[in-house]
């Protein structure tokens, strides 16, 4: 499977940003899809994910602000973020967890900055 990261961009303190993953293939049978950040000199970072049974996981960095959410006929999954702070700035990655192993697709960078 391939993945391809969308939606970036910059966006004012308090905006929104939907970011899509894009998949290759159906995400039917895909154990996990999740969305991770990494901002400038720090470690890449788990944002939220969703199981092949539609279970959801969020950080509490991004808690009651963001939905990760999937369209399983267009095989996209999103990441809708509220109420953005500047300390959501960084480069965001989909993974995806599969049973030969995780596959990430690039980044896609948001900025959030008055």
């Known amino acids: 499977v391939q993945l391809q990261a969308s939606g970036g961009g910059l966006v004012q303190p308090g905006g929104s940003l939907r970011l899509s993953c894009a998949a290759s293939?159906?995400?039917?049978?895909?154990?996990?899809m999740g969305w991770y950040r990494q901002a400038p000199g720090k470690q890449r970072e788990l944002v939220a994910f969703?199981?092949?049974?539609?279970?959801?996981n969020y950080a509490d960095s991004v808690k009651g602000r963001s939905t990760i959410s999937r369209d399983i006929a267009k095989n996209v999954v999103y990441l809708q973020m509220n109420s953005l702070k500047p300390e959501d700035t960084a480069v965001y990655y989909c993974?995806?967890?599969?049973?030969?192993?995780?596959?990430w697709g690039q980044g896609t960078q948001v900025t959030v900055s008055s």
């Open positions: 293939e159906t995400i039917r049978s895909i154990n996990i």
């Open positions: 993974k995806a967890t599969t049973v030969l192993g995780d596959v």
């Open positions: 969703i199981t092949r049974s539609g279970v959801t």
